[in-house]
C-alpha cells in the first residue's frame, strides 16, 4: 500500500425519493448515505462493513459513478468525476470495475463465458481482430482458474464459485486500477470462498490492485483487507487498521459487531454475548443526534441531541463517538 490516495470521497450524500403509495402523491426521502467523507489509497483493500440496508452498496455505487450523488464528491486520481464530461467519464471508466455479489444473476445466461468476459474488450475496441480478443480471454480465464477449452460454455454449465471466477475475469479485462468487490462471496460455499478470497489477494499483488471491499461477513474482511470503514444507517462510525478495528474497536457499533463474530475455540466464547437492543432505525426517519444512539447502551443525553463528527483519535484512527475522544 502506497501514500498515495486513488480515490477521495467527500461530504457524499445520497437521497432517494419514495412515494408512500400507489394512489398518494406525497413521497418520503431514504437517506442511504449522509455526509460520508473518506480516502482509498493506492494497492490497499479497504473493507466497508455494516448490517444490511447501511448503504455499503449504494456507496460503491456512487463511488463508481453508476449512479448519481445527491451532494459531494468522488475524485479519482485527481479527477472530479461529478465534472468529468461525458467521453472523459466513460474513458474513466476502464479505470475502475465492478464485482458483484451474486454469480447467478450477474452473468446473461444466454451468453457463452467468452462473449462474457469480451465484452468490455469489445466496448472499448482493444483489439483489432476477433482472435486477439478471444486470446485475451483465454489468459483472464486461465489467470482466473478456469480452463481455457470451457471458452465456449454458458453459465448454468458452471458452479457458483467458477461463475465468480469468470465474473472476477471480467473484472480485470480492461486492467483496472480500482474494484470494487460488492459481497463477492456471501452466495458461495465456506470452502469455496477461501479459494476466491485467495484468487483475489494473488491478483492484487500481480497487479497491484486496489480494493473496495464490501461485506457484511467481519471474519472474511480480517482475512483480506488493510484498513476497516463502519457505517451505520448511512453514516461512517469508525476507520482504522484491520489490526486496531480488531484488537481495539472504539465505536460502541464496532464492538457489537466484532461480539456478534462466531468463535470457533470454544474457551474464548463468552456465555452471555452483549447484544444490540431495541430496532434497526429506518433510513426514512433516522433519530436525531447521533443515528446509533437509539440502541447503544451508553448513550447520553448529548448523544440524542448532538451528532457526532468524524474525528481523529490517533495517527490512522478516525471514529464518530461523543464518548471517544
Known amino acids: 500500500m502506497s501514500d498515495k490516495k486513488l480515490v477521495e470521497v467527500r ?193 492484487q499483488q500481480e497487479m497491484d490492485l486496489t480494493y473496495l471491499f464490501i461485506s457484511h461477513d467481519l471474519s472474511v474482511v480480517r482475512y483480506l483487507s488493510d484498513r476497516v470503514c463502519v457505517m451505520f444507517l448511512g453514516k461512517i462510525c469508525e476507520i482504522g487498521t484491520t489490526k486496531d478495528v480488531y484488537e481495539s474497536p472504539l465505536h460502541p457499533y464496532t464492538r457489537f459487531l466484532l461480539e456478534a463474530v462466531p468463535k470457533p475455540d470454544p474457551t474464548k466464547r463468552k456465555e452471555d454475548k452483549d447484544m444490540l437492543i431495541g430496532e434497526i432505525p429506518s433510513p426514512v426517519n433516522p433519530p436525531s443526534g447521533c443515528r446509533f444512539h437509539t440502541r447503544c447502551p451508553f448513550a447520553t443525553e448529548q448523544c440524542s441531541k448532538e451528532e457526532p463528527v468524524l474525528h481523529e483519535v490517533s495517527a490512522g484512527r478516525m471514529a464518530a463517538c461523543h464518548l471517544v475522544k
Not at 474488450?121 to 485475451?136: G, I, P, S
Open 11 to 203: 461530504n457524499l450524500v445520497k437521497e432517494f425519493k419514495v412515494s408512500s403509495s400507489m394512489w398518494k402523491k406525497s413521497t418520503s426521502v431514504v437517506h442511504a448515505v449522509s455526509d460520508v467523507t473518506f480516502d482509498i489509497y493506492q494497492g490497499e483493500t479497504l473493507a466497508l462493513v455494516g448490517e444490511s440496508g447501511c448503504g455499503k452498496s449504494t456507496l460503491g455505487r456512487l463511488i463508481l459513478n453508476l449512479i448519481e450523488p445527491t451532494a459531494g464528491s468522488v475524485t479519482f486520481d485527481g479527477q472530479n468525476m461529478q465534472k468529468l464530461k461525458p467521453e472523459d467519464l466513460r474513458q474513466l471508466r476502464r479505470q475502475m470495475q465492478l464485482i458483484f455479489q451474486d454469480p447467478y444473476a450477474s452473468l446473461n445466461p444466454r451468453w457463452s463465458i467468452r462473449d462474457i468476459v469480451a465484452e468490455p474488450l469489445e466496448t472499448f475496441h482493444v483489439y483489432k481482430t476477433k482472435a486477439e480478443t478471444t486470446k485475451r480471454v483465454e489468459e483472464l480465464l486461465k489467470t482466473c482458474g478456469i480452463r481455457p477449452e470451457f471458452i465456449n460454455r454458458y453459465p448454468h454449465q458452471f458452479s457458483g464459485g467458477q461463475r465468480q471466477r469468470v465474473g472476477i475475469a471480467r473484472a480485470l479485462a480492461l486492467n483496472p486500477r480500482l474494484i470494487v468487490c460488492d459481497e463477492p462471496v456471501s452466495a458461495l460455499d465456506v470452502s469455496i470462498q477461501a479459494q476466491v478470497l485467495n484468487l483475489l489477494g494473488d491478483l
